[in-house]
């Protein structure tokens, strides 16, 4: 339809369009390119996440990468599900999309504690003795 021309959005069939139904908005005025480029750096992301968990050195490192990449995981499945009206409605923000402070935070958190164990993986050049 066009920024700022959806019938859905503009209309106000969709009252959370900022939060909750963010991905049908982008659906709807940035077209099916857009959703599916949407999903595909979604999926990237998880895959690098599930990278993280495998090649992690130590037991904890690797259960708080695969911790993370559920939570991230359940939070694209669970706001794309809602929005094409295949799991219910239940508030959860589509990361790094929708509006809202506290969970871009966390999910920036997240992805500090990912590096932090993808960087604690290599090996050191200089040991001091």
Do not use: W
């Amino acid at each position: 339809m066009g920024l700022l021309k959806g019938n859905q959005t503009q209309l106000g069939f969709l009252y959370p369009k900022t939060t909750d139904f963010i991905f049908a908005v982008i659906g709807e005025e940035m077209g099916f390119i857009v959703a599916c480029a949407l999903i595909i750096l979604y999926v990237l992301l998880i895959t690098k996440c599930l990278y993280v968990a495998k090649t992690a050195k130590d037991e904890t490192g690797k259960l708080i990468a695969s911790g993370i990449t559920g939570v991230f995981l359940f939070h694209m499945l669970e706001n794309i599900g809602m929005v094409m009206g295949l799991l219910p409605i239940t508030g959860v923000p589509l990361l790094f999309v929708s509006y809202g402070g506290s969970s871009l935070i966390t999910s920036f958190i997240c992805i500090g504690l990912l590096l932090n164990i993808s960087s604690k993986r290599q090996k050191t050049i200089f040991v001091a003795n």
